[in-house]
């Protein structure tokens, strides 16, 4: 190309003049390869870190909610079958599940004396 059109202004072009065309190749399947690559890392990231979210939801509402639920209605199926040797069902905190656990217990010996008072 500079021994045809010399090596001076742009190697002699003048305006208007089509002087060559070049074509460029670019391989896809590299680009494509790392797009769907990227993809699947970012499905499986994501995927493992709501499975991790999901487990670790579950065991805190077991642990927080399900399980003294749970053991606050064995203790008031035991006393409605007139079971008075049940323990309390004590609940530490200030949440809902611990006001509901002393709401039982209340309600436990209000009925508790309710029963004696009709004894007597």
Request: no cysteine; hydrophobic share 50%; charged share 20%.
């Amino acid at each position: 190309m500079v021994a045809l059109y010399g090596n001076k202004n742009g190697f002699g072009w003048k305006l208007n003049e089509t002087i060559g065309a070049q074509i460029i190749s670019v391989p896809m399947d590299i680009a494509e390869g790392s797009i769907w690559r990227n993809l699947g890392l970012f499905v499986g990231t994501s995927s493992v870190i709501f499975l991790v979210l999901l487990i670790l939801l579950n065991i805190l509402l077991n642990r927080y909610v399900i399980s003294p639920v749970t053991r606050m209605a064995k203790t008031a199926e035991a006393v409605s079958m007139g079971d008075a040797s049940v323990a309390e069902f004590e609940f530490p905190g200030s949440d809902e599940i611990a006001s509901l656990s002393r709401s039982f217990n209340r309600m436990r010996r209000s009925l508790d004396s309710a029963l004696k008072m009709l004894e007597k």
